[in-house]
């Protein structure tokens, strides 16, 4: 942290040119009173990005829950069956439980034995995202999303959904 300090004006003929009292010895030099409000301010912006990410704590909850990380649901075992590839309509989605058998994901089929998936917490405020045909709605403020792509169609959102690795194997949908 910088610990500038500038004299003041000891004249006393009057107030020093910049308004300064007299009889103040030294004060914060700009630079430093700069600085540390910088430092704060990045440090205010820095924990009201993370108070919005949710977590996955009740996969049947629309409401945000508190904690980092939600927005990309960690697929600890590679090949896990997470849905059947019959059950998530073509040109449609699902939600489904993800990999680590605690997160909420997105399964999209845009085509014909083609899957993509995302994280089911709105990049909003966490909430649970809902299948609407093909876009994903957030109930909590109506952010919406393209269930094929993840894409943030309309906010508050401010970013697409996370992508979740997953592929194809036989029947099933499975984590990758």
């Known amino acids: ?29 700009r630079r430093s009173v ?4 910088a430092t704060v301010a990045l440090g205010a912006a820095g924990t009201a990005a993370l108070a919005g990410c949710g977590s996955s704590s009740s ?3 629309s409401t945000p829950a508190g904690g980092a990380g939600a927005s990309s ?3 600890p075992t590679a090949g896990k069956a997470l849905a059947k590839l019959a059950d998530v309509p073509v040109g449609g989605a699902l939600v489904a439980a993800g990999a680590d058998g605690t997160s909420s994901i997105v399964i999209a089929q845009p085509t014909a034995g083609k899957v993509v998936a995302f994280s089911a917490r709105c990049t909003h405020q966490g909430c649970k995202v809902l299948v609407n045909k093909d876009k994903l709605d957030c109930p909590c403020h109506g952010s919406v999303f393209d269930a094929m792509t993840g894409k943030n169609l309309t906010g508050p959102a401010p970013s ?3 992508a979740v690795a997953v592929a194809v194997s036989g029947t099933d949908v499975v984590s990758a």
């Open 1 to 29: 942290m910088l610990h500038e300090t500038t004299p003041t004006s000891s004249t006393t003929a009057g107030p020093a040119p910049d308004g300064a009292q007299q009889g103040a010895a030294r004060r914060p030099a």
């Open 34 to 37: 700069m600085a540390i409000g």
């Open 59 to 61: 996969a049947g909850s």
């Open 73 to 75: 649901p960690a697929a």
């Open 160 to 162: 697409p959904l996370a």
